[in-house]
DNA sequence: ATGCCTCAGCTCCTGAGA
């Protein structure tokens, strides 16, 4: 079974990516190919918007949790989608920040994390309650059950090695202590982090500055990152960023990460 | 140097992203 994750920043710019992605052109070999899941953040477009008939040609069905020029998020199946969950339940949110489903048995979180923007703002403090919240439902999740999958864009750099200038960047938003500790409570959960378990020290990202030459330079940070349950992880084949989109014209600032996992 | 880039929108500037 194969899974992924993709900041897309505006589906509309970067529809034709993703296609290309899930089911390229006749020769040319992608890493999104054969994809059972795919979940995306940042559509940046309302429900209504939302291009499923696009997505169903490939034979992928979506759902999707839309909100205007912020947030939003999808989940694309090739295979039957059931027990929906659309944001954090018993979380009021005005953001759509959470898609999830079951799929082939497999409990699927999709997340597009706050962005926090500085530590000590009102961001922040939203992006810290949104954390605990979302540790209190995985609790509850991991002791169910279905395996859990919990993937998206977490704004949050695990250790220094997910980051290209540690020391320039220290206690820097992506980077503070508290939101690592988030990520900490997620993995004590006794969820897996699939990337860095398979790659103990590789210098890895997922995203890189716009700005300033950051791709070309390889100034980046991994913050996407797929964490899994323990029933999973032994059963991990692999899992990677695919810079290969990152690298063409008009590119969402986000790779894709997946990860594939034996079929039991 | 509150910039360097990109996107959405009450669009020719501003807010937000990370």
Redesign the pocket.
Known sequence: MKLATW?V??????LEHVLDWLAPKEGVQSAGQDMDVLVL??L???DDQFPTQAFKDIGYESVFLGQ???NGVALLSRHPIKGVVKNIPGFDDEMARIISAEVLGVRVVGG?F?????PGSE?FAYKMRWLEALEAWLAQLCKESAPVVLMG?Y?ITHIDLDVWDPVGLADT??CTKEERARFEALLNLGLVDAFRSLHPDQKTFS?W????GGFRRNHG?R?DHILISQALSSKLLNCDVDPTPRKLE?P???APVWVEIKNS
């Open positions: 900041n920043n505006s589906l509309r710019v970067r953040q940042e940046k477009l309302s205007k020029t912020y597009y706050p962005n926090g923007q500085e961001k864009d704004n938003i992506h995203w500055d716009y700005r300033g940070l913050i008009r969402s600032d986000h």
